[in-house]
């Protein structure tokens, strides 16, 4: 009996060094294991899914509701691709958790570059924006501590935090922090990082967000309406997962249901030509100098500030 007293004493030893080193408090442990003692699933259940089963098996089960995932993109030509995706996951949050509170959190550069979010723009997106709170502190180090303190109250549906590049202040211990807050709180972090390049994160999943044909717009017949423009589609590229080798798909958002599905490889559009531009007939590179300088187009004269 003592043996065995010890030995459980070891294991609760064990397991509060592992909480701390993963950032939970012991009680919040000791809750997990009377939970797991009454549903063993109960755990694996802090997933949204993304109702696409190859998805979701490269997720381990869908979006992580307890941890941090990052959404990143190469070229700021990409940022509505980016956010358009994290509004999706976002969306998709709001509408299997029941929760509406969302906020999202933008660096000043961010702001200045891909703008601010637009409501009625939202809305239209499938977000419930009854509740989507916005904040621009001026410095990131407030961003990420605002970012940290909204997660750890465990208030919200998801914690948005845009940023842009790779900045120094915010290396992988900042990441780190971020990932054991949301962990702590079982709340989910959506990190966006705007034209950054890939580095060591404590993300558990990373997605490459790019722009994408849209596919037409289908009738109520199920006919494709020629010339129209139907659902956003985001070329994506699962970078950072326990797969092998990087996932690499297209995803349709219908915003009206709120839900998932793979894109229809987009046809050529009948109204596209491969003909120039401009057509007619070049003249020659000249010989003996340099040619007049090309038209720029229209110009048109603004007013002296000063």
Same mark, same amino acid.
């Given at each position: ?79 509505? +691709? ?5 509004? +999706? ?95 702590? +709180? ?121």
């Amino acid at each position: 009996m003592a043996g065995h007293a010890t030995a459980q004493e070891r294991l609760f030893a064990l397991r509060e060094t592992i909480a701390r080193l993963e950032g939970k408090t012991p009680m919040l442990v000791a809750e997990e294991q009377r939970e797991r003692g009454k549903n063993p699933a109960v755990l694996t259940s802090r997933r949204v899914s993304l109702g696409i089963a190859d998805v979701d098996a490269a997720l381990e089960g869908g979006l992580p509701l307890d941890g941090m995932t990052e959404v990143r993109t190469s070229m700021m030509r990409d940022a509505g +691709a980016g956010s358009g995706l994290v509004l +999706a996951l976002a969306a998709l949050i709001q509408k299997q958790t029941g929760a509406s509170a969302l906020l999202w959190i933008s660096d000043r550069v961010s702001n200045g570059e891909a703008g601010l979010p637009y409501p009625v723009g939202l809305a239209q997106y499938g977000v419930q924006v009854e509740h989507f709170l916005h904040a621009a502190p001026r410095t990131l180090e407030d961003a990420l501590w605002l970012a940290e303190t909204a997660a750890a109250s465990g208030a919200l549906a998801a914690t948005i935090l845009e940023i842009r590049g790779n900045p120094s202040s915010f290396g992988l211990s900042e990441s780190r922090r971020l990932s054991l807050r949301a962990k702590a +709180a079982r709340r989910p972090i959506l990190l966006l990082r705007h034209a950054g390049e890939e580095e060591a994160s404590s993300a558990l999943f990373r997605f490459h967000a790019a722009s994408a044909p849209a596919s037409e717009r289908v009738l109520h017949t199920g006919a494709m309406l020629g010339g129209s423009i139907g659902f956003p589609v985001f070329r994506l590229i699962l970078e950072k997962s326990r797969n092998p080798a990087p996932l690499s798909l297209l995803l349709e958002w219908n915003s009206h249901d709120r839900q998932f599905s793979h894109a229809r490889r987009s046809e050529p559009s009948r109204l596209s030509t491969h003909a120039a531009t401009h057509p007619g007939t070049r003249f020659p590179v000249s010989v003996d100098g340099p040619d007049r300088t090309p038209a720029v187009g229209r110009l048109l004269a603004f007013d002296r500030a000063s």
